[in-house]
Protein backbone atom coordinates (compact mmCIF):
# COMPACT_ATOMS: atom_id res chain seq x y z
CA UNK A 1 0.00 0.00 0.00
CA UNK A 2 1.18 3.81 -0.73
CA UNK A 3 0.47 6.04 1.75
CA UNK A 4 0.20 9.73 0.58
CA UNK A 5 2.16 12.35 2.44
CA UNK A 6 0.45 15.18 3.90
CA UNK A 7 1.32 18.38 1.90
CA UNK A 8 1.62 21.82 4.63
CA UNK A 9 -0.57 24.65 4.14
CA UNK A 10 2.27 26.74 4.10
CA UNK A 11 4.70 27.36 1.27
CA UNK A 12 8.69 28.07 2.13
CA UNK A 13 10.22 31.42 0.76
CA UNK A 14 11.58 31.29 -2.98
CA UNK A 15 15.33 29.86 -3.33
CA UNK A 16 17.55 32.46 -4.82
CA UNK A 17 18.88 31.10 -7.93
CA UNK A 18 22.27 30.72 -7.97
CA UNK A 19 23.46 32.86 -10.56
CA UNK A 20 27.19 32.87 -11.84
CA UNK A 21 28.48 35.99 -10.28
CA UNK A 22 30.57 37.87 -12.24
CA UNK A 23 33.94 38.25 -11.51
CA UNK A 24 35.85 41.66 -11.07
CA UNK A 25 39.25 41.44 -11.98
CA UNK A 26 42.02 43.41 -9.61
CA UNK A 27 44.50 45.55 -11.42
CA UNK A 28 47.40 45.67 -9.96
CA UNK A 29 49.23 48.74 -10.62
CA UNK A 30 53.38 48.15 -11.32
CA UNK A 31 55.37 49.61 -8.32
CA UNK A 32 56.33 53.13 -9.49
CA UNK A 33 52.79 54.03 -10.22
CA UNK A 34 51.43 52.70 -7.31
CA UNK A 35 54.16 55.30 -5.66
CA UNK A 36 53.31 58.76 -7.73
CA UNK A 37 49.60 57.76 -6.96
CA UNK A 38 50.48 57.52 -2.93
CA UNK A 39 52.84 60.59 -3.12
CA UNK A 40 50.01 62.44 -5.31
CA UNK A 41 47.73 61.46 -2.45
CA UNK A 42 49.66 62.65 0.24
CA UNK A 43 50.50 65.71 -1.40
CA UNK A 44 46.77 67.03 -1.70
CA UNK A 45 46.49 66.09 1.88
CA UNK A 46 49.45 68.48 2.58
CA UNK A 47 47.55 70.90 0.56
CA UNK A 48 44.18 70.44 2.34
CA UNK A 49 45.87 71.06 5.98
CA UNK A 50 47.81 74.12 4.39
CA UNK A 51 44.74 75.79 3.39
CA UNK A 52 42.76 74.99 6.24
CA UNK A 53 46.24 76.16 8.82
CA UNK A 54 46.04 79.58 6.58
CA UNK A 55 42.17 79.79 7.24
CA UNK A 56 42.72 79.26 11.26
CA UNK A 57 45.51 82.10 10.78
CA UNK A 58 43.02 84.57 9.02
CA UNK A 59 40.28 83.91 11.37
CA UNK A 60 42.87 84.65 14.26
CA UNK A 61 43.64 87.82 13.05
CA UNK A 62 40.01 88.63 12.36
CA UNK A 63 39.44 87.98 15.88
CA UNK A 64 42.37 90.00 17.12
CA UNK A 65 41.21 92.80 14.99
CA UNK A 66 38.04 93.19 16.41
CA UNK A 67 39.06 92.98 19.75
CA UNK A 68 41.23 95.57 19.03
CA UNK A 69 38.39 97.70 17.76
CA UNK A 70 36.51 97.01 20.66
CA UNK A 71 39.20 98.35 22.77
CA UNK A 72 40.06 101.39 20.80
CA UNK A 73 36.28 102.19 21.24
CA UNK A 74 36.66 101.58 25.04
CA UNK A 75 39.48 103.94 25.20
CA UNK A 76 37.64 106.78 23.49
CA UNK A 77 34.86 106.53 25.57
CA UNK A 78 37.34 106.44 28.19
CA UNK A 79 39.10 109.63 26.62
CA UNK A 80 35.66 111.73 26.01
CA UNK A 81 34.66 110.67 30.05
CA UNK A 82 37.52 111.85 30.90
CA UNK A 83 37.74 115.27 29.00
CA UNK A 84 34.33 115.96 30.03
CA UNK A 85 35.39 115.40 34.25
CA UNK A 86 38.43 118.34 33.67
CA UNK A 87 36.39 120.92 32.03
CA UNK A 88 34.01 119.43 35.01
CA UNK A 89 36.86 120.21 37.54
CA UNK A 90 38.28 123.01 35.72
CA UNK A 91 35.63 125.71 35.44
CA UNK A 92 35.38 128.94 37.03
CA UNK A 93 32.59 128.26 38.71
CA UNK A 94 33.90 125.10 40.55
CA UNK A 95 37.23 126.64 41.11
CA UNK A 96 35.47 129.70 42.63
CA UNK A 97 33.11 127.23 45.02
CA UNK A 98 36.48 124.86 46.17
CA UNK A 99 38.41 128.07 46.78
CA UNK A 100 35.66 129.42 49.01
CA UNK A 101 34.79 126.74 50.78
CA UNK A 102 37.72 124.07 51.46
CA UNK A 103 40.58 126.67 51.23
CA UNK A 104 38.95 129.69 53.18
CA UNK A 105 39.50 132.76 50.53
CA UNK A 106 37.31 135.07 50.46
CA UNK A 107 36.46 137.48 47.33
CA UNK A 108 37.68 140.34 47.55
CA UNK A 109 36.72 144.02 48.65
CA UNK A 110 36.05 146.01 44.99
CA UNK A 111 36.96 149.20 47.12
CA UNK A 112 40.46 147.47 48.21
CA UNK A 113 41.01 146.39 44.85
CA UNK A 114 44.51 147.20 42.55
CA UNK A 115 44.31 147.51 39.17
CA UNK A 116 47.35 145.50 37.08
CA UNK A 117 48.92 146.39 33.85
CA UNK A 118 49.45 143.07 32.29
CA UNK A 119 51.56 145.06 29.41
CA UNK A 120 55.52 145.20 29.54
CA UNK A 121 56.59 148.10 31.73
CA UNK A 122 57.18 151.49 30.74
CA UNK A 123 61.07 152.52 31.60
CA UNK A 124 61.03 156.16 32.79
CA UNK A 125 63.50 158.47 32.16
CA UNK A 126 66.70 156.97 33.64
CA UNK A 127 65.86 153.55 33.63
CA UNK A 128 66.86 150.61 31.90
CA UNK A 129 64.35 148.27 29.70
CA UNK A 130 63.91 144.71 31.44
CA UNK A 131 64.48 143.27 27.71
CA UNK A 132 68.24 143.83 28.60
CA UNK A 133 68.15 141.01 30.74
CA UNK A 134 69.08 143.57 34.01
CA UNK A 135 65.95 143.90 36.30
CA UNK A 136 68.59 146.53 37.87
CA UNK A 137 67.17 150.43 38.09
CA UNK A 138 63.67 149.07 36.50
CA UNK A 139 61.94 150.55 39.75
CA UNK A 140 60.53 146.87 40.04
CA UNK A 141 60.51 144.41 42.47
CA UNK A 142 63.15 141.44 42.03
CA UNK A 143 60.84 138.74 41.93
CA UNK A 144 59.03 140.61 39.59
CA UNK A 145 62.25 140.36 37.28
CA UNK A 146 62.67 137.04 37.99
CA UNK A 147 59.35 136.19 36.88
CA UNK A 148 59.24 137.81 32.99
CA UNK A 149 60.11 134.77 31.54
CA UNK A 150 57.17 132.75 33.55
CA UNK A 151 53.59 131.89 32.91
CA UNK A 152 51.27 135.18 32.58
CA UNK A 153 49.46 134.00 35.34
CA UNK A 154 52.48 134.09 37.90
CA UNK A 155 53.90 137.40 36.25
CA UNK A 156 50.34 138.93 37.15
CA UNK A 157 50.64 137.75 40.47
CA UNK A 158 53.98 138.99 41.30
CA UNK A 159 53.65 142.82 39.53
CA UNK A 160 50.34 142.73 41.94
CA UNK A 161 52.19 141.62 45.07
CA UNK A 162 54.60 144.23 44.20
CA UNK A 163 52.08 146.65 42.97
CA UNK A 164 51.09 146.08 46.96
CA UNK A 165 54.62 146.85 48.39
CA UNK A 166 54.86 150.25 45.83
CA UNK A 167 51.46 151.40 46.64
CA UNK A 168 52.32 154.84 44.43
CA UNK A 169 52.62 152.09 41.56
CA UNK A 170 49.43 150.34 41.14
Not at 5 to 13: A, F, N, R
Not at 129 to 148: F, I, N
Request: proline share 6%; glycine share 8%; with cysteine.
Amino acid sequence: MVVAQEQPYYSSLPKKSLRARKRTRVYYLPRRERLVLTGLVLLAFCAAILVVYFYAQVLIAGYQLNKMKKEINDLNIQTQAMTEDLARLTSLERVEKVATTKLGMVKPDTSRMILVKTGPPVPGPGQVSPEDGSGEGSGQAPAVVAQEKGNWIIRAFARLVAGRENPGQG
